[in-house]
């Protein structure tokens, strides 16, 4: 009866608001197959601010992002905050003009740009033509492949020396770093490895919205 209702309502061109308990849980198949929550929906257990906490706020069960530089470091503990293969899957939503990324086998650091790890970029139509879900820098794209004040899927798989992205089901970028990886002297850190999660509070002008984090661990 929801699924049919809520099928209803799309039809019709409303929006159905859903509360953090139906969005930030797992479903019996998705424990089973291995599934991990990130964030509860209610709070930023788990996770830690560095240069300006006060960017970082839960609304409507989602991790609201506005403000100047700062990132949100996973520390929780699911595989004690250290990632090697992984599948993460987010909800994100932004809004117009906003810039932001998800960072991948990082580490905390007090202040600045993560040096360690990739970054999944997150921007529909922010001035920056770097769009959402390509490798930061690395293998970048430029077609938007979502919209803003829209919630979409972002999933992002790492697999030995293989980095793979998806909006909505669609594979926008898949990238395997080749042996004897040298990156580019101005993004030095971004090599595979392990490490943590985090996502990136960029300017402030830019408004993002996450929900639904999950992970799931791969040999």
Known sequence: MKAKLLALVALCGLTVTLSAAEVNTLTKAETTAGWHLLFDGKSLAGWQANEQPQVFTVADGAIVVKGPR????????????????????????????????????????????????????????????????????????????AKDDVWFTLIIRVEGRRISTS??????????????????????????????????????????RYRNIKVRLLP
């Open 70 to 145: 700062s990132h949100l470091f996973y520390t929780g503990p699911v595989a004690n905050h250290d990632f090697k293969n992984f599948e993460l899957s987010i909800d994100v939503m932004t809004r117009p003009k906003a810039n932001s990324g998800v960072y991948f086998h990082t580490e905390r650091q007090p202040d600045g740009w993560p040096a360690k790890g990739y970054e999944v970029q997150v921007n529909n139509s922010h001035t920056d033509p770097k769009r959402t879900a390509g490798l930061y820098g690395i293998k970048d794209n430029f077609d938007a492949v």
């Open 167 to 208: 909006v909505d089901g669609k594979v926008i970028t898949d990238f395997t770093e080749p042996e004897g990886w040298t990156p580019p002297a101005n993004f030095a850190g971004r090599k595979l490895a392990h490490g943590t999660l985090a996502i990136q509070g960029h300017d402030p002008a830019s408004e993002i």
